[in-house]
């Protein structure tokens, strides 16, 4: 947090604290074969996050490979914390190729060039996303 938080701060132009920007959405641990009760855990946040940005068209996630491949639930964390992210007003909701690769494109660019976020993604691996990977950005963004 002692890098994360002077970012914030600077885009936001608010003081930062762990209780305002980390909130941990109510958790059950989960009987999956899958995911352990901590990664079950981050897609709750994800979860919880998407529902909150977009009251009218929620999603329960179970995955981080489909679930997450149209970069919409990126973007809702993303303005979550950051509210003055422009970059993603315009992202197109669908699973055709070009609407993926739009979105993957704006999320890449916003983490990079407007929050300078160093991360590892790169639209491919949003656009055709592996668990491990896709657990990792997550971790990398809570």
Not at 14 to 34: A, D, L, R
Not at 68 to 81: E, H, T, W
Request: aromatic share 10%; net charge neutral.
């Amino acid at each position: 947090y002692k890098t994360v938080f002077p970012v914030l701060e600077k885009i936001t132009g608010e003081k930062v604290s762990g209780e305002k920007y980390v909130p941990i959405p109510s958790y059950t641990p989960s009987t999956s074969n899958i995911y352990s009760d901590s990664e079950m855990m981050l897609l709750k946040w994800l979860e919880y996050h998407y529902n909150v940005n977009n009251p009218f068209t929620r999603r329960d996630l179970l995955n981080f490979e489909d679930d997450l491949q149209d970069s919409l639930v990126f973007a809702a964390v993303i303005r979550s914390y950051c509210k003055n992210v422009k970059n993603l007003a315009s992202l197109k909701p669908g699973k055709a190729l070009e609407d993926l690769k739009y979105n993957a494109n704006k999320i890449v660019i916003t983490l990079k060039n407007e929050l300078l976020l160093r991360t590892h993604i790169v639209e491919e691996d949003i656009i055709n996303p592996h668990a491990r990977e896709m657990v990792i950005f997550c971790t990398q963004l809570y």
